[in-house]
Protein backbone atom coordinates (compact mmCIF):
# COMPACT_ATOMS: atom_id res chain seq x y z
CA UNK A 1 0.00 0.00 0.00
CA UNK A 2 1.47 3.74 -0.81
CA UNK A 3 0.58 6.20 1.51
CA UNK A 4 0.08 10.18 0.34
CA UNK A 5 2.10 12.81 1.70
CA UNK A 6 0.07 13.89 4.54
CA UNK A 7 -0.08 9.99 5.12
CA UNK A 8 3.16 9.65 5.60
CA UNK A 9 3.68 12.41 7.88
CA UNK A 10 1.51 10.86 10.13
CA UNK A 11 3.36 7.64 10.53
CA UNK A 12 6.41 9.75 11.16
CA UNK A 13 5.09 11.49 13.88
CA UNK A 14 4.03 8.23 15.85
CA UNK A 15 7.64 7.08 15.02
CA UNK A 16 8.53 10.15 16.67
CA UNK A 17 6.39 9.74 19.53
CA UNK A 18 7.51 6.26 20.12
CA UNK A 19 11.01 7.26 20.15
CA UNK A 20 10.80 10.04 22.37
CA UNK A 21 8.57 7.60 24.73
CA UNK A 22 11.64 5.44 24.57
CA UNK A 23 13.98 8.16 25.51
CA UNK A 24 11.80 9.19 28.79
CA UNK A 25 10.90 5.93 30.05
CA UNK A 26 12.93 3.13 28.62
CA UNK A 27 16.38 1.93 29.09
CA UNK A 28 17.99 2.58 25.71
CA UNK A 29 20.15 -0.86 25.86
CA UNK A 30 17.39 -3.20 26.68
CA UNK A 31 15.71 -4.91 23.55
CA UNK A 32 12.55 -2.73 23.81
CA UNK A 33 14.98 0.67 23.74
CA UNK A 34 16.79 -0.55 20.75
CA UNK A 35 13.89 -1.50 18.80
CA UNK A 36 11.26 1.79 19.45
CA UNK A 37 15.00 4.11 18.82
CA UNK A 38 15.07 1.99 15.39
CA UNK A 39 11.59 3.06 14.56
CA UNK A 40 12.44 6.41 15.90
CA UNK A 41 15.43 7.10 13.33
CA UNK A 42 12.76 7.18 10.43
CA UNK A 43 11.65 10.60 11.21
CA UNK A 44 14.12 13.43 11.07
CA UNK A 45 16.23 11.69 8.24
CA UNK A 46 12.38 11.40 6.29
CA UNK A 47 11.38 14.85 7.74
CA UNK A 48 14.50 16.04 5.93
CA UNK A 49 13.77 14.30 2.57
CA UNK A 50 9.94 15.72 2.24
CA UNK A 51 10.90 19.28 3.54
CA UNK A 52 12.91 19.37 0.15
CA UNK A 53 10.09 18.12 -1.78
CA UNK A 54 7.83 21.05 0.30
CA UNK A 55 9.96 23.85 -0.74
CA UNK A 56 9.68 23.16 -4.69
CA UNK A 57 5.19 22.93 -4.20
CA UNK A 58 4.87 25.74 -1.55
CA UNK A 59 3.85 29.15 -2.88
CA UNK A 60 4.69 31.43 -0.61
CA UNK A 61 9.07 30.20 0.54
CA UNK A 62 7.99 33.61 3.53
CA UNK A 63 5.44 32.35 5.14
CA UNK A 64 6.54 28.95 5.50
CA UNK A 65 10.70 29.84 6.82
CA UNK A 66 8.24 32.14 8.94
CA UNK A 67 6.17 29.48 10.12
CA UNK A 68 9.18 26.99 10.86
CA UNK A 69 11.33 29.71 12.77
CA UNK A 70 8.14 30.43 14.57
CA UNK A 71 7.80 27.25 16.23
CA UNK A 72 11.40 26.46 16.59
CA UNK A 73 10.67 28.88 18.81
CA UNK A 74 7.90 27.64 20.53
CA UNK A 75 9.34 24.84 21.13
CA UNK A 76 12.44 25.74 22.69
CA UNK A 77 11.46 25.53 26.01
CA UNK A 78 9.63 21.90 25.86
CA UNK A 79 12.66 20.45 24.39
CA UNK A 80 14.53 21.41 26.82
CA UNK A 81 12.66 20.35 29.52
CA UNK A 82 12.69 17.30 27.81
CA UNK A 83 15.87 16.70 27.48
CA UNK A 84 17.63 18.34 30.52
CA UNK A 85 15.15 19.05 33.18
CA UNK A 86 15.45 22.84 32.47
CA UNK A 87 15.32 26.18 30.46
CA UNK A 88 16.96 28.40 29.37
CA UNK A 89 19.49 26.04 27.53
CA UNK A 90 21.37 25.82 23.84
CA UNK A 91 18.98 22.59 22.64
CA UNK A 92 16.93 23.06 20.10
CA UNK A 93 14.52 20.37 18.83
CA UNK A 94 14.22 19.14 15.11
CA UNK A 95 11.74 22.27 13.90
CA UNK A 96 14.92 24.33 14.20
CA UNK A 97 17.02 21.74 12.11
CA UNK A 98 14.52 22.04 9.75
CA UNK A 99 14.28 25.41 9.83
CA UNK A 100 18.01 26.06 8.76
CA UNK A 101 17.83 23.27 6.16
CA UNK A 102 14.59 24.70 4.66
CA UNK A 103 16.66 28.76 4.38
CA UNK A 104 19.81 26.47 2.78
CA UNK A 105 17.58 25.57 -0.08
CA UNK A 106 15.95 28.84 -0.06
CA UNK A 107 20.08 30.16 -0.39
CA UNK A 108 20.93 27.09 -2.82
CA UNK A 109 17.79 27.78 -5.04
CA UNK A 110 17.65 31.83 -5.77
CA UNK A 111 20.57 32.96 -4.60
CA UNK A 112 22.64 34.73 -7.36
CA UNK A 113 26.18 34.47 -5.93
CA UNK A 114 29.23 32.25 -6.75
CA UNK A 115 28.97 28.19 -5.74
CA UNK A 116 31.94 29.00 -3.52
CA UNK A 117 29.99 31.58 -1.30
CA UNK A 118 27.02 28.97 -1.26
CA UNK A 119 28.94 26.17 0.13
CA UNK A 120 30.59 28.97 2.97
CA UNK A 121 26.95 29.75 3.43
CA UNK A 122 26.10 25.64 3.57
CA UNK A 123 28.64 25.07 6.65
CA UNK A 124 27.65 27.99 8.54
CA UNK A 125 24.13 26.75 8.66
CA UNK A 126 25.48 23.17 9.92
CA UNK A 127 27.41 25.36 12.71
CA UNK A 128 24.89 26.57 13.60
CA UNK A 129 22.77 23.25 13.28
CA UNK A 130 24.85 21.77 16.39
CA UNK A 131 22.60 22.90 18.98
CA UNK A 132 18.90 21.15 17.06
CA UNK A 133 18.74 17.59 16.94
CA UNK A 134 20.39 15.66 14.45
CA UNK A 135 22.08 18.99 13.72
CA UNK A 136 23.75 19.44 10.42
CA UNK A 137 22.60 15.78 9.19
CA UNK A 138 19.30 17.16 8.50
CA UNK A 139 20.65 20.22 6.63
CA UNK A 140 22.91 18.07 4.15
CA UNK A 141 19.67 15.39 3.37
CA UNK A 142 17.40 18.05 2.71
CA UNK A 143 19.73 19.70 0.77
CA UNK A 144 20.76 16.80 -1.38
CA UNK A 145 17.70 16.11 -1.55
CA UNK A 146 16.79 18.87 -3.37
CA UNK A 147 19.90 18.97 -5.57
CA UNK A 148 18.91 15.47 -6.57
CA UNK A 149 14.97 16.30 -7.17
CA UNK A 150 15.18 14.69 -10.88
CA UNK A 151 17.51 12.30 -10.36
CA UNK A 152 16.39 9.55 -7.38
CA UNK A 153 19.54 7.37 -7.72
CA UNK A 154 21.73 9.94 -7.36
CA UNK A 155 19.47 11.29 -4.18
CA UNK A 156 19.60 7.71 -2.47
CA UNK A 157 23.09 7.33 -2.73
CA UNK A 158 23.95 11.27 -1.29
CA UNK A 159 21.37 9.99 1.71
CA UNK A 160 23.33 6.69 1.81
CA UNK A 161 26.80 8.16 2.08
CA UNK A 162 25.39 10.96 4.41
CA UNK A 163 24.02 8.44 6.99
CA UNK A 164 26.99 6.29 6.61
CA UNK A 165 28.65 9.38 7.75
CA UNK A 166 26.15 10.13 10.64
CA UNK A 167 26.44 6.68 12.02
CA UNK A 168 30.30 6.02 11.58
CA UNK A 169 30.59 9.82 14.40
CA UNK A 170 27.93 8.78 16.31
CA UNK A 171 28.98 5.10 17.13
CA UNK A 172 33.09 6.42 16.80
CA UNK A 173 32.03 8.74 19.27
CA UNK A 174 30.96 5.74 21.75
CA UNK A 175 33.44 3.81 21.47
CA UNK A 176 36.07 6.52 22.06
CA UNK A 177 35.04 7.45 25.71
CA UNK A 178 36.26 4.00 26.88
CA UNK A 179 38.55 2.71 23.91
CA UNK A 180 39.69 -0.19 26.12
CA UNK A 181 35.98 -1.10 26.39
CA UNK A 182 34.44 0.40 22.93
CA UNK A 183 31.96 -2.63 22.63
CA UNK A 184 30.17 -2.44 25.95
CA UNK A 185 29.66 1.83 24.92
CA UNK A 186 29.00 1.01 21.19
CA UNK A 187 26.29 -1.28 21.71
CA UNK A 188 23.69 0.85 23.24
CA UNK A 189 24.19 2.87 20.08
CA UNK A 190 23.14 0.62 17.30
CA UNK A 191 19.83 1.70 17.06
CA UNK A 192 21.74 4.41 14.83
CA UNK A 193 21.39 1.65 12.16
CA UNK A 194 18.00 2.16 12.03
CA UNK A 195 18.49 5.44 9.81
CA UNK A 196 19.00 2.50 6.46
CA UNK A 197 15.18 2.27 7.05
CA UNK A 198 14.12 5.36 5.82
CA UNK A 199 15.42 5.04 1.72
CA UNK A 200 13.01 1.72 2.25
CA UNK A 201 10.17 3.31 3.31
CA UNK A 202 10.39 6.30 1.12
CA UNK A 203 10.75 4.50 -2.03
CA UNK A 204 8.60 1.34 -1.29
CA UNK A 205 5.53 3.33 0.94
CA UNK A 206 5.49 6.99 -0.32
CA UNK A 207 3.66 7.82 -3.43
CA UNK A 208 5.32 11.36 -3.44
CA UNK A 209 1.38 12.70 -3.75
CA UNK A 210 0.18 15.44 -1.62
CA UNK A 211 -3.29 14.21 -0.11
CA UNK A 212 -5.92 16.43 1.20
CA UNK A 213 -4.90 19.51 1.38
CA UNK A 214 -6.94 20.07 4.84
CA UNK A 215 -5.19 23.40 7.07
CA UNK A 216 -4.89 20.24 9.89
CA UNK A 217 -2.78 18.02 7.98
CA UNK A 218 -0.43 21.11 7.54
CA UNK A 219 -0.39 22.53 11.31
CA UNK A 220 -0.68 19.05 13.57
CA UNK A 221 3.11 18.33 13.06
CA UNK A 222 3.65 22.06 14.35
CA UNK A 223 1.53 21.83 17.27
CA UNK A 224 2.18 17.99 18.44
CA UNK A 225 5.53 18.69 18.65
CA UNK A 226 5.92 20.80 21.36
CA UNK A 227 2.69 19.69 22.81
CA UNK A 228 3.99 16.18 23.45
CA UNK A 229 7.92 16.92 24.55
CA UNK A 230 5.95 19.01 26.93
CA UNK A 231 3.38 16.17 28.05
CA UNK A 232 6.15 13.78 28.28
CA UNK A 233 8.31 15.91 30.47
CA UNK A 234 5.40 16.52 33.11
CA UNK A 235 4.77 12.67 32.81
CA UNK A 236 8.37 12.15 33.77
CA UNK A 237 7.82 14.48 36.96
CA UNK A 238 5.07 12.48 37.72
CA UNK A 239 6.29 9.78 37.97
CA UNK A 240 9.79 10.29 38.92
CA UNK A 241 11.71 9.69 35.69
Known sequence: MKLNRNQTKYILILAMLIDHIAWAFVPTASLLGQVMHVIGRLTGPSMAVLLAEGYQYTKDKKKYAIRLFLFALISWIPFDLFESGRWPGFEQGVIYSLFLAFLVIWMWDQLQIHKAFKIMLVVLACFLSVFGDWAFFVI?????????????????ISFGIIATVEVGILLGLSAAFT???AWEN????????????????????????????????????????????????????????
Do not use: D
Open 140 to 156: LWALFAYIYRENPKAKW
Open 179 to 181: PTN
Open 186 to 241: VKPQLFQLGVVLVPIFLIFFYNGEKGSKHPIHKWFFYVFYPAHLLVLYLLKQVLGY
